[in-house]
């Protein structure tokens, strides 16, 4: 299985992103995924997952900005970011727990 991160790029303060998590190699619908970020000189933080059922848990940094979707149809997981803030930049990753499963990661960079 692997997973493909894209979405994205150079947003100001108070923008919004939507990164896509495409998987391939495997049909998703029954697994939990999550997003990570790691921002530089940090350690890898937990963003948001989301299970089978479309139950979604967010940090609390995140909580009310950011939501996490999934579209079994396009094996596809969804991370829609709104109100970003500069401590939002990172490399953002997706993740297969069940499998320990991770894309490459896309840089989201938060500035003015």
């Known amino acids: 299985v692997q997973l493909q991160a894209s979405g994205g790029g150079l947003v100001q303060p108070g923008g919004a992103l939507r990164l896509s998590c495409a998987a391939s190699g495997r049909v998703i619908s029954l697994d939990t995924m999550g997003w990570y970020r790691q921002a530089p000189g940090k350690q890898r933080e937990w963003v948001a997952s989301?299970?089978?059922?479309?139950?979604?848990a967010y940090a609390d940094s995140v909580k009310g900005r950011f939501t996490i979707s999934r579209d079994n149809a396009k094996n596809t997981v969804y991370l829609q970011m709104n109100s970003l803030k500069f401590e939002d930049t990172a490399v953002y990753s997706c993740?297969?727990?069940?499998?320990?499963?991770w894309g490459q990661g896309t840089q989201v960079t938060v500035s003015s």
């Open positions: 989301i299970t089978n059922g479309g139950s979604g």
């Open positions: 993740t297969l727990f069940r499998l320990d499963v």
